[in-house]
């Protein structure tokens, strides 16, 4: 028992029970020559023995120190910019977060030294991957030293696309030995300058990786995929995980040549037929006819055997056959405009099915943009006809296709909606609500102009779709365009509802000091790269 | 000087202002905004418009808001738009009248006080004020001699069983010691009570800090009185205050140029306390400014960590570490390196020599030169700070922010020693001071 021990043992009994200890500890030698109670010698011992231990406190030897980091190469965003994007960004305006470090991303600006605990604190896979680029020597020096933040680990493995191969023995070490979400990245980055490279490694390594990872490896290689890939998706066509197995039979869909597309079209074409109907005015049909029953080389293929939520067995055997055919091996087949196509085939007992297929295929055909059109189009005449989740699904059909679209034609539309009647503007901004593209600077520049001309006229319903775009829009807003946004706002008289005007004049307010921010925002970047105020 | 958003929340009262502040620091909250090299102004949209002005010499501020916490949400809000959108308050040479008359008339009082503080004081009636102290130090003796015993008689009964006792056992004693005219002891007890159960070595610190006060109430009884060169540094732990005139005969008065070098901020039932530690360039004398505040009012002077002020200051008498600061014409960030100890040793040298002058010191200055932060760890971290030949403990964990900024890099660290571990409070890198955490 050391000193301290028996001193407190004392102390904890109390003296009236426990007898005072002996002790040679140096400092109660000062207590020793006082004649005092027990209570009294405790304490006299306690207070002594803690000055005595504080006063001659000695220091540890070093263990060993942790590197420094190395110098950061790229340049540092200002210290200014910490409270911005702490503040600002990270705790109020969180949608601002992935523009914003995309735009550091634009600039070649890394994130300044005291943020970046709190970006590498980030749960969210969005941010993460947007910080990723931006967090520079110092956040990947960081990382090392907090398991929490291993995420941050792959940062300095996909900064730079153009020198993606320099070190391959280096990058293969990461893929092998790596944290996964290194290893992805780093296949991601040789996939795309040496395919073959990529798939030989993952073929080393696949049969021991978790069926999770085995499903992003296998997604990886949608990236520079081609006909050499094929032996590896066959395999993986037999997988034990289920989501491996469609992922394998997605991208093989995309190989026409492959055995497994030479399948699924013959199959498809043994459902669907074309006939002319119609006794003086001849018009196409499209019949489609699934099997009645499933073959087990439909099964290995990735054909699911139960029937899906909302279909019978046969429906869901149709749509999954002929997703994996392009729409465009139709209209060559048949010698039909999609549009005629699509007409041919709605009033189908299987139409339904047949164009989800369409849709879901055409989204790896996206050159096709007939097809494309042409399917938005039923999926909007469909949401205009139908009703309630009925006509919510085509909507949202109509909108996920939006985006496969050339910019400049969605952009036209969303134009042509905008201004028109209620039901035009409607759609327009459930298109807008539901496509997740990149907006042009121009389009933008127009939808703001345009927003302050109707908030500034009056305030109704329509109003309140406008402003609430008009934040969403905020984050999107290019630099350029960010001084005109920033411009006074006026909010237009209240129709019967004063809550639109309340609710118009809110959004506007929280649209305003967006603009704030990120100009706010841009000024420190300007001046990070100027050399300004910087951190080091 | 420019003052940074971090140093801006340090100047709020509370969270609830630095929250309501940083809401108005944005452009769109303010109008007529404008600053010089003397002040900043503008005015805020409330309920209806605040006229706010700010001294940049020496901090001082005015808003016409009916806010009584200081300084208030406008105050601060105008600091947060200066330090965050400094397009916002553009460089203007000539303020407008409203701001320019307030700073006017305030360097005219400043004037006038320092005029008066030169005109002779009125005698003292000698016989009134040694019977005051008499009665004082009979009530001190007779509450020490009651504290003596309740100490005592927690060592007969045990300390065991204590972490069931609630704060009403402990603040009993200490009401009864500020009704002896003893607070700072009686601040003392009262902080006892959150050591029970707080951890599983809090029998060991709490038999501790008891024993610590028994040698307080033990010294004081038998030397604190009688003259001698502890008495100043006793009477100090006792609570005792001293006067400014007093401050002024018999403390050490030195002047410098000091830097801020770190603060810290606590909160008891009665009163928010503020301990404010700097460095003196050309003395290399390191200390503390200690000021109280009750309720929402603000401290008497406006600290920030990070500055300098070329002025006298003055470390009272029997403490060689707590001083008062003179007023400063302005104030300049600090922008060189400061002077600190070599190595860990050299400064363990330094504070055994502290504590050996006064035993009864919380805490000592660490001013550390070419540091480096280090850890270690990953299901229990470990933090500590390293010279190449000694390391000793952070106190707390996550001290990410000082290691992102240092990079593991040395820096010249300066924090508090307990004896135990050190609470960074700031540091210098590349000439720049930077606050912690």
Known sequence: MTHQDSLLSAALIGSSTAPLPASDHPADEVVAVIDRSPEEIVLLRAGARRLYERAGHEGAATGEPIPPCDPESRVIGTTQLTPLLRDEVLTGQRELAVPTFARMHELRVVLPPEVLPTVLSLSRKREREAALPILGTRGRWLAHLNADWEWGLAAGTVFDAADATSDLQAMEAEFTQGVAATRLAVLKRVRRAEPATAREWLNEVFKSESAKDRDAFVKCLGVGLSMDDEPFLEVCLKDRAGAVRVSAGGLLSRLPDSAYSVRMRERAEAMLTLESKGLIKKKPVLRCDPPESLDKDWKYDGVPEKATAGRGKRATWAHAVLRAVPPHHWSAKFERAPAELIEAVRDDNFADAILDAWTDAITFATDNVEWVVALASIWMEFAEKKRGEAAQKALAKASALVPLLPAEDIETTLREKLIGSRAAQVQGFQILNDAKCAWSDKFLSWFVSQARSVLGRKCDEMSVSWAEALVRMAPHLSPAGLATASEPWTVGEPDKQAWHHNTVSRHVQAFQHTMSVRVAIEEELQKSIRGVGGAS | ?437
């Open chain 2, 1 to 437: 000087m420019e003052l940074t958003s971090a140093q801006v929340e340090e100047m709020a009262p509370d969270a609830s202002s630095v929250k309501a502040g940083q809401k108005l620091g944005k452009p769109g909250a303010w109008q007529d905004t404008g600053r010089n090299d003397q002040m900043i102004w503008g005015q805020c949209a409330g309920s209806k418009l605040y006229d706010v002005k700010f001294d940049r010499s020496n901090f001082g501020y005015h808003c016409n808001c009916p806010s009584r916490k200081f300084p208030c949400k406008h105050v601060l809000g105008l600091l947060f738009l200066t330090a965050n959108h400094a397009v916002a308050v553009p460089d203007t040479e000539v303020a407008p009248g409203w701001a320019g008359d307030w700073l006017k008339k305030r360097q005219d009082r400043a004037e006038k006080n320092a005029a008066a503080a030169d005109k002779p004081k009125k005698p003292v009636d000698k016989a009134a004020q040694a019977k005051r102290a008499a009665a004082r130090d009979k009530k001190v003796n007779d509450g020490l001699t009651r504290l003596d015993l309740w100490l005592q008689d927690l060592i007969r009964g045990g300390l065991a069983g204590l972490e069931t006792k609630d704060y009403g056992f402990w603040n009993e004693q200490a009401k009864r010691l500020n009704d002896a005219q003893a607070p700072s002891l009686a601040n003392r007890v009262e902080q006892l009570g959150e050591i029970p159960g707080s951890g599983r070595d809090w029998p060991s610190r709490l038999l501790m800090e008891l024993g610590r006060l028994k040698l307080i109430v033990d010294a004081y009884q038998r030397v604190g009185q009688s003259g001698g060169p502890y008495t100043d540094a006793l009477r100090q732990q006792i609570g005792f205050t001293v006067s400014t005139d007093e401050l002024g005969e018999r403390g050490e008065t030195l002047t410098d140029r000091w830097s801020l070098v770190g603060q810290t901020s606590s909160e008891t039932s009665r009163m928010r306390t503020q301990v404010t530690w700097f460095v003196g360039h050309g003395t290399g004398r390191t200390g503390y400014v200690l000021q109280f505040a009750v309720g929402n009012r603000s401290f008497e002077q406006l600290l920030v960590p990070g500055t300098e002020y070329n002025s006298p200051l003055t470390f009272y008498p029997g403490d060689p570490q707590r001083a008062k600061l003179g007023e400063s014409e302005k104030t300049e960030p600090i922008s060189e390196r400061l002077p600190g100890h070599e190595s860990i040793d050299a400064f363990l040298d330094a504070a055994a020599t502290a504590w050996a002058t006064n035993p009864w010191a919380d805490q000592i200055l660490a001013s550390l030169q070419d540091v480096s932060i280090q850890v270690s760890g990953n299901e229990k971290r470990s933090w500590t700070v390293n010279d190449g030949s000694l390391q000793l403990p952070l106190t707390r964990a996550g001290h990410w922010n000082a290691l992102a900024v240092s990079g593991g890099r040395p820096v010249d660290l300066f924090g508090t020693w307990d004896g135990l571990a050190i609470e960074p409070l700031g540091m210098v890198l590349d000439g720049q001071y930077r606050r912690l955490p």
